[in-house]
C-alpha cells in the first residue's frame, strides 16, 4: 500500500491537471469511407462475418422476420421481340405490396442461357430515376435529352435512352435470364407511401406499435426504416423469383445503379443466395448515398460502401464509376478490391470499369459491360460483345399495375396507403420482432441476442481495451487521499475521480453518475466522467444529410439515420468509457484491484449491464437499480439514452440477462 501512494504522489508531482475534451465532429456521408483490408483469406472470413452481420442487423432484419405467404399475382403480359413482360404484385409483409415487372426469354430467346433445363435470374433495383420502372426521359426532360445520350455515346437507341431499367431487363431476357424491375417505395406502383421518403411527423410519434411510423422515436428503438424495408422488399423479391418454374438457384444475380447499386450492395450482403452482383456508380470511399434509403442506424460504422460491396466476396463482383462520387474509384477502393481477390484465389471474379467521362449514369457502355459479366460467370455462351438491339418502348400503358388500362385491375382487398398504412406496416413489423424475442427469452437462447448488442456496442472492438491513467490534482484527508486524472482508453480521453483510503482492502467501486468519488469504508471508489456527463456539446446531436441546421422541421433530411448510421451514440460512448475504466483499474502496473465493483442506477444501470456483458468477469459485482428505466420509455431521437434497437433486442432485460445478472 506504501508502495502505491509513493507512486500516486510522485505521478501527481510530475503530472498536469488535463482537461476533458470529448466533443468531436461527427461523421457524416460526405466523409472518406476508406476499405478495411485484411492480412489473410482467413481474416476475411471472420470480417465477412462482420459486414454481413452488421448489415443485416441495421436493416432492422436480424434475424429475419418470418416469411409470410407472397400472395403473389403475375398478369397482363405483354409480348416483346424476344422477350415477354408481365405485371406483379406480392406482400412482403401482411399488407405491403412490392410493385414490379417481370421480364422472362421469349421466342429464340428461350433456347439461350440454360444449364441442365433452368436459367439464371437477376434482381433489379432501380435507384432514383423518376417513377422508377416506368421512367420516361423524353416525358421528364424532352427529346432533347434522349437524342444527347445517343450522340455522346452513352445509348444506342432511343427506347434505351428513354428508359435504361427497361432496356436491361429486355435484354437481360434476350440473354436468356429471368430479370424482375422491382419498385422502391413511393415509386411507379408503390404508392401505399405517398412520397419516397418521409421526415419527422408528429402526428406519426405513437410509442405502441400501430401508432407510429418511420423517423419516430418508437420505430427507432425498432431499426425500422424505410432503407430495411426496402432491404426485405429485395429478399422477397428473390424469394418469389424462386417460386417460378425453372430457375436456377446457382445462377441468381442483382444489379442496379444509384440507389439500385445501394440495394444491390445490400442484397448481396444480407442474402448469401445471390450468386453474383454488379452495382453501379454506387461504391466509393467518398459519398456513401444521400437518401433515406441508402442510409440507415449502425450501417457506416467501421464499414463503407467499399466493405458492403466486398461482401460477397469471393462471388462475382463488378461494378461501374462515371463523372460523380465515384471518379475516383480506379484510385481509392479498386485496388483494395483486387487485392482482396487475389488472396482469396479468385481475381478473375472481379471487375470494375471507370467510364468516368459519362456522368452519373446505368448507360448502353454500363450495360454492355453488365451483360460481358452475365455471359460469363453465368455460362450463356454468346459471342462477345453483347450487344443490345432496339426494342418497342414500354411505357405505363405496358408496364403500370394499379391501372385502368390493364382492364381496370382493382387493389387487392384491405389494401392501405398513406400515414395508416405506414403505421400498420410498423405495427406489423414489431410484432413479429416481439415474437421473436419472446420466444427466445423463454428458451434462455441469447446467442442472437448476444451477437446483436456486440455489434452495436462494438463490443470487440474494445473487449481488449489497453488503458492508462494519467494524474491531475490530488489532495490528502484524514486517512484518504483524493485524487483527479485521465483515464485514456478505448474511448477518448475523460476525466475521472479517486477517493483512496489509506487502508486499502484492495477493492474498487466504480461509481457512475455526477456525484464526487468518496472512499466506502476500506474501498477505493472511482468516478469516471462519462460521454457527455459534462459536456453540453457532448451528445447525440440532431443532423441533416446536407449538413444544413435550415431544413424544414419535417423534412427528410431530419432522419436519425444520418447521426447514429455513422456515429456511436452516447450511451455506447459511456459503456466504451465504463469499459476503460475498467481495464485501466485491472491493468495498472502498481495497483492490485482484488474486486472490482460498478454501482448505478436509472439509465445508467443499464451502462453497468453493457459493460459486464463486454467484460465478463472483469466485473465482479453489479450493484445497480435500474428503477423505472426502460428504453421503451425513450421519446427522443437525440435523447442521451437512445440506443437504435434497443427495444427490438430486448431492453434493458436483455442486457441484464447478457450480463448474467
Not at 48 to 63: S, V
Not at 238 to 244: E, G, H, N, Q
Not at 390 to 405: T, Y
Not at 617 to 646: T, Y
Request: glycine letters at 8%; aromatic letters at 10%; one cysteine or more.
Amino acid at each position: 500500500m506504501r508502495i502505491l501512494i509513493l507512486f500516486i504522489l510522485t505521478v501527481l508531482l510530475a503530472g498536469e491537471s488535463t482537461a476533458e475534451t470529448r466533443y468531436t465532429e461527427a461523421v457524416t456521408l460526405h466523409d472518406y469511407h476508406p476499405f478495411r483490408a485484411v492480412e489473410s483469406a482467413e481474416a476475411w472470413d471472420a470480417r465477412q462475418k462482420e459486414i454481413r452481420l452488421r448489415t443485416q442487423l441495421a436493416c432492422g432484419l436480424y434475424p429475419f422476420p418470418e416469411k409470410t405467404p407472397l400472395n403473389a399475382k403475375r398478369f397482363g403480359a405483354v409480348e416483346g421481340d424476344g422477350f415477354t413482360v408481365e405485371r406483379v404484385y406480392f406482400e412482403s409483409f401482411p399488407g405491403h405490396y412490392v410493385t414490379g415487372s417481370l421480364f422472362t426469354p421469349s421466342g429464340e430467346s428461350e433456347k439461350l442461357g440454360l444449364v441442365d433445363g433452368k436459367r439464371p435470374a437477376f434482381l433489379c433495383p432501380h435507384g432514383h430515376w423518376k417513377d422508377g420502372r416506368l421512367h420516361d426521359a423524353q416525358e421528364a426532360s424532352g427529346h432533347k435529352s434522349v437524342k444527347y445520350q445517343i450522340a455522346n455515346g452513352g445509348e444506342r437507341f432511343e427506347a434505351a435512352a428513354r428508359n435504361p431499367i427497361v432496356a436491361r431487363c429486355v435484354q437481360l431476357a434476350r440473354m436468356g435470364c429471368v430479370a424482375f424491375a422491382y419498385d422502391m417505395l413511393g415509386g411507379a406502383d408503390s404508392i401505399q407511401f405517398v412520397e419516397h421518403r418521409r421526415g419527422p411527423r408528429p402526428g406519426m410519434n405513437g410509442t405502441k406499435p400501430g401508432e407510429f411510423g418511420f423517423v419516430s422515436p418508437a420505430a427507432t428503438l425498432r431499426l425500422q426504416t424505410n432503407f430495411g424495408l426496402q432491404s426485405w422488399n429485395s429478399v422477397r423479391a428473390l424469394d418469389y423469383l424462386l417460386t417460378l418454374d425453372g430457375i436456377d438457384e446457382t445462377r441468381l444475380g442483382v444489379t442496379g445503379a444509384s440507389g439500385g447499386g445501394t440495394q444491390t450492395m445490400i442484397s448481396a450482403a444480407i442474402d448469401d443466395r445471390i450468386d453474383a452482383a454488379f452495382p453501379c456508380v454506387m461504391p466509393s470511399t467518398a459519398m456513401q448515398g444521400g437518401c433515406t434509403c441508402e442510409n440507415t442506424h449502425y450501417l457506416r460504422i467501421g464499414q463503407g460502401n467499399m466493405d458492403l460491396a466486398a461482401a460477397p466476396a469471393p462471388k462475382p463482383l463488378g461494378m461501374t464509376a462515371a463523372d460523380d462520387w465515384t471518379i475516383e474509384l480506379e484510385t481509392k477502393g479498386h485496388p483494395d478490391l483486387v487485392d482482396l481477390y487475389k488472396k482469396l484465389n479468385a481475381p478473375e471474379n472481379y471487375e470494375a470499369h471507370f467510364d468516368i467521362h459519362f456522368k452519373h449514369n446505368y448507360n448502353h457502355v454500363s450495360r454492355s459491360n453488365l451483360y460481358s459479366f452475365v455471359n460469363r460467370h453465368f455460362k450463356i455462351g454468346l459471342e462477345e460483345p453483347v450487344l443490345e438491339r432496339d426494342f418497342k418502348h414500354l411505357g405505363r400503358k405496358e408496364l403500370a399495375i394499379w391501372s385502368v388500362a390493364v382492364a381496370g385491375e382493382p387493389k387487392p382487398e384491405g389494401y392501405l396507403a398513406g400515414d395508416e398504412h405506414e403505421k400498420m406496416l410498423n405495427q406489423v413489423w414489431a410484432n413479429d420482432s416481439a415474437k421473436t424475442l419472446d420466444a427466445a427469452m423463454k428458451k434462455g437462447d441469447l446467442t442472437w441476442l448476444s451477437d446483436a448488442w456486440s455489434t452495436i456496442l462494438r463490443a470487440d472492438d474494445v473487449r481488449d481495451t489497453k488503458a492508462t491513467f494519467e494524474m491531475g490534482d490530488k489532495s490528502a484527508g484524514e486517512g484518504v487521499v483524493t485524487m483527479d486524472g485521465t483515464v485514456t482508453g478505448s474511448s477518448s480521453p475523460f476525466a475521472a475521480s479517486f477517493s483512496h483510503p489509506s487502508d486499502w482492502n484492495g477493492e474498487v467501486y466504480i461509481v457512475l453518475g455526477d456525484k464526487p468519488a468518496q472512499a466506502e469504508g476500506k474501498a477505493s471508489v472511482v468516478n469516471p466522467s462519462l460521454y457527455g456527463q459534462n459536456d453540453e456539446k457532448a451528445r447525440n446531436t440532431p443532423m441533416t444529410y446536407s449538413g444544413k441546421k435550415d431544413v424544414a422541421a419535417d423534412s427528410w433530411q431530419r432522419s436519425p439515420v444520418y447521426l447514429y448510421g455513422y456515429n456511436d451514440s452516447v450511451f455506447v460512448r459511456r459503456v466504451h468509457d465504463l469499459v476503460s475504466t475498467v481495464a485501466m483499474i485491472r491493468q495498472h502496473p502498481k495497483w492490485e484491484a482484488k474486486k472490482v465493483a460498478v454501482k448505478a442506477d436509472g439509465s445508467l444501470s443499464a451502462v453497468a449491464y453493457a459493460a459486464k456483458f463486454i467484460l465478463g468477469d472483469q466485473i465482479d459485482e453489479l450493484d445497480v437499480d435500474s428503477g423505472d428505466f426502460s428504453f421503451s420509455k425513450v421519446s427522443d431521437n437525440w435523447s442521451d439514452d437512445m440506443v437504435p434497437g434497443a427495444v427490438k433486442y430486448g431492453d434493458i432485460a436483455a442486457l441484464r440477462a447478457l450480463a448474467g445478472e
